[in-house]
């Protein structure tokens, strides 16, 4: 069997103001601060469409190279819930603003407009309507512009998800139309998880997993999805359409509701509002202000640049980690990209992390003063593991590589008579792996090796190290 | 100047009493404030007192129309002001905000005397769906004034308010016109905001003018047209409204649509209605026969899209955020609970005539169906504007029936919209005018017959031109009816 995955994703759009009013948008505001008769639907209220929404929507179409609508129509989803006041959500419905798209290796169905509903607090221990003792509604959130994209059956196991999935967050993150955050809400994912003999192309009975606030918990979850389904149809069970909720602490699954109470939303078109026409010009200003995509980025990292493939990927994922990437490679031509791109996504984002920063845009080090730290190496005049001691001084206190070498007697040991009197000094010190790596056991070299460095406090060169040390033992 | 004066003064004459320094605005106000507390007609909800009626508005504007007084429909949301839409859910609610036509009078330096009776939210053609009890036709007492703007209607001709607002959905504001012996107006859709007006059936509401003369309807026209950044489907009307001053009617041609007045029609209005006719052929208007093959639909066609649109326009209230709530602890009964003590029994019917219609696998066979046909009726006024100037029918097929007549029989009280439904479907404007008396058919005293004109979308100017072309020769005198005051 084979499992067959499609996504649905909620974007929340970072627009100023609500989807259809003037609210501001906010996140983590006093509950109901936010509102207004239009939000609150109060009797009477018109909607109107934010521009700068649809803006954001053809961004998005346009980096998911999408078929825009020419004049795309919004419906009424009608359902009765305290988080939606007017009792219908507007949406789109039978013609989505855009369509027929590609990210990857994945071909992306539709992508629409709509509102986010308002966000709901049950008080009490079930944490769920029924049974709390009350529920509260913050109307902040409600009438938050939302793309809602949907991907074809393309996708086969939870890690492509999760791979697929942070390259379309990446993706949406360097338009700068969403925060993409998972946790806050402002990227949401459901998946719709099937399985069928290999082979087969028809679809299996799918089960939708719903609300998932991290990709690692999504992989999980659809993992443990596809292997219950697995398990079930071997054991001659038949799977049952519903909606499944994964626990990432207990790893179970929990049905939320069932196929039978299916909602009719009586779709119906918005009366209030008039088609959304895009001009020719929006469409080609969208295509044309795309930034430089993270799944370009990547492959020209990756085949221009040499960049190897899991520092090109982590680089293009991130805005700010390729700019600094970008920004070492630029201070000094002599800098091969390959070894830049390491010292990046390797030694300075380990260094950053361990001293408790997570971006590289508010750290003391610049791209100029780690261009000339790897410069340092590159021309053997730090070795790298004292570099690695600049690094964390340059973490901590800011400062020019050059300068704290100096200051901290950190520069290679180029001398090779000094070289070798520690090499000496270390086999005296040592005889029992010296005689081990005299009799032929290469592996006693190490702590010889390591002798050495501590010693040098780091300034000598590893490789040089173990030439002389050979040459003084296999005489 | 005498008080009587005033209350006899059309609301241009008004106008121009005050801006001539004849009366004062204090005086105008006070008179009419006077008036409309002494409502027995059960034409307003709620009355204003004089700081109410002037919150909000510029009193040194220089409008054509400061210092006149008007009333509003209760479907208009009000800052602060009661605002029902003659329904029970929303006993209590006083919206946060003003709708944008009432907001434009006040700018123009009007003063609200108070909030009209109308059927729940606008749903009926006699007033008598509101919750708070009928209005009654100010002719006769015992005999309703139309709807749904009924208390509008009562009021202007009661000589309760110089003028009023109102909205019309399938005929709201020409039909209780037509009863009621005065002029209602129903602006093209989209010429006037719909923001603040509560919501019946979106893609057919319209606000308009419900006046003692054409005048007065250009007049307050002008004054509430116009795009709204708040309602995205507002256009305005190019170029404005100006009064207007045609005396004959030369050159212009009118068609009757042999199709939709075959049927159901009182013999007196049909009389009344060929006296006009030949009135217009007396003011060298040519009158000829035209086809609205599918407009004897439009009542199919309207009783499947407008419930349809107010079933979700009317999903809101559900007892969560304003009005009345059942205390009820479960989310499912507490909203079932509240709407079913909240809704009237025709609101209820509609709900759930519109519900069905939308359901998944009815969809097609009704809704799509009828936005057929209502859009054969567009192509249908296409072609006829493309023959004639103007289409003119009665307003009404009956005179004002009697309280009760019709209440146990919607299917007959529909029929009261047979004329006028064809061009809300069609989105273009249409006036009634006071046209003559006609006894009713099962005798009785007689009734004011309205005439109902038609234009092609925005054709609101020559529309009023025509309109006052033939008020003049007509000469229905305008005055308060029989049993106003
Ligand atoms: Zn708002």
Known sequence: ?475 | MPDSDLKAATAAETAALIRRGEVSAGECLSTWLEQASADELNAYLWTADEAAALDGVDQNSKSPVTGVPVAIKDIFCTRGVPTTAASKILEGYRPPYTATAVRRLAAAGMPMLGKTNMDEFAMGSSNENSAYGPALNPWDRKRVPGGSSGGSAAAVAGGLAPWALGTDTGGSIRQPAALCGIVGLKPTYGSVSRYGMIAFASSLDQCGPLTRDVTDAALLLSQIEGRDEMDSTSTGIEGGISLPSAIGLEGLSFGIPVDLLGEGMDPGVRAVFDQTVSTIEGLGGSVREVRLAHASHGISAYYVLAPAEASTNLSRYDGVRYGIRDSNRDLASMYEITRGDGFGAEVKRRIMLGTYALSSGYYDAYYGRAQRVRTMIVRDFDAAFGQVDFVITPTSPSVAFGLGEKTLDPLTMYMSDLFTVPMSLAGVPAISIPSGMASPEGGGEKMPVGFQIAAPAFGEQGLLEAAFALEAALGFDGSIGREGR
Request: one cysteine or more; aromatic letters at 4%; hydrophobic letters at 40%.
């Open chain 1, 1 to 475: 069997m084979e499992a067959v995955i499609g996504l649905e994703i909620h974007v929340q759009l970072s627009t100023q103001t609500k989807m259809f009013c003037g609210c501001r948008l906010s996140f983590g505001d006093e509950p109901n601060t936010h509102t207004c008769p239009v939000c609150l639907a109060h009797p009477g209220v018109l909607p109107v469409p934010n521009k700068k929404a649809i803006d954001y929507a053809l961004l998005i179409a346009a980096a998911l190279e999408c078929e825009v609508a020419p004049r795309s129509i919004f419906h009424r989803k009608n359902y009765f819930y305290p988080d939606n006041p007017k009792a219908y959500q507007i949406s789109q419905f039978d013609i989505p603003i855009a369509i027929n798209g590609r990210l990857g290796d994945v071909r992306i169905h539709r992508a629409h407009l709509e509102e986010d509903a308002a966000k709901m607090i049950h008080v009490g221990e079930s944490g769920r309507i029924q049974g709390s003792d009350a529920s509260l509604v913050d109307f902040n959130r409600g009438g938050t512009p939302l793309v809602e994209i949907v991907t074809e059956p393309d996708l086969k196991s939870g890690a492509q998800v999760r791979e697929w999935g942070q390259l379309l967050r990446a993706t949406i993150k360097q338009l700068g139309v969403s925060n993409v955050n998972m946790e806050e809400g402002s990227l949401r994912c459901d998946a719709n998880v099937s399985i069928r003999p290999v082979g087969s192309d028809v679809l299996g009975t799918k089960t939708e997993m719903k609300n998932m606030n991290s990709f690692r918990f999504i992989e999980r979850g659809i993992e443990a999805e596809i292997e219950r389904q697995k398990q079930l149809v071997a054991s001659g069970g038949r799977v049952v359409q519903e909606t499944l909720h994964y626990d990432p602490t207990s790893g179970e699954l929990h049905s939320l509701r069932s196929k039978e109470e299916a909602h009719d939303y009586r779709y119906l078109p918005e009366p209030d509002l008039v088609p959304i026409a895009p001009s020719e010009q929006m469409i080609t200003s969208a295509r044309e202000s795309l930034p430089e995509l993270p799944a370009a980025k990547a492959s020209r990292y990756r085949d221009q640049l040499g960049v190897q493939d899991a520092a090109a990927l982590l680089l293009s994922f991130e805005t700010e980690w390729a700019e600094f990437f970008e920004g070492v490679v630029a201070a000094d031509d002599s800098i091969e990209p390959r070894v830049a791109a390491n010292w990046v996504t390797g030694e300075l984002a380990a260094e950053l992390r361990k001293q408790g920063d997570e971006a590289p845009s508010g750290s003391r080090v610049t791209p100029a003063s780690l261009a000339v730290l790897v410069g340092l190496v590159a021309s053997k005049r730090v070795s790298h593991s004292a570099a690695k001691n600049v690094l964390e001084i340059m973490v901590a206190e800011g400062g020019e590589a050059l300068e704290i070498v100096k200051e901290q007697g950190l520069e290679q040991i180029s001398d090779s008579g000094e070289l070798e009197a520690m090499v000496e000094a270390a086999i005296e010190a040592n005889p029992k792996p010296a005689e081990q790596v005299r009799s032929g056991n290469d592996k006693a070299i190490g702590a010889l090796v390591g002798a050495v460095m501590k010693q040098s406090k780091g300034r000598a060169d590893g490789g040089e190290v173990t030439r002389l040390l050979k040459e003084k033992l296999s005489g």
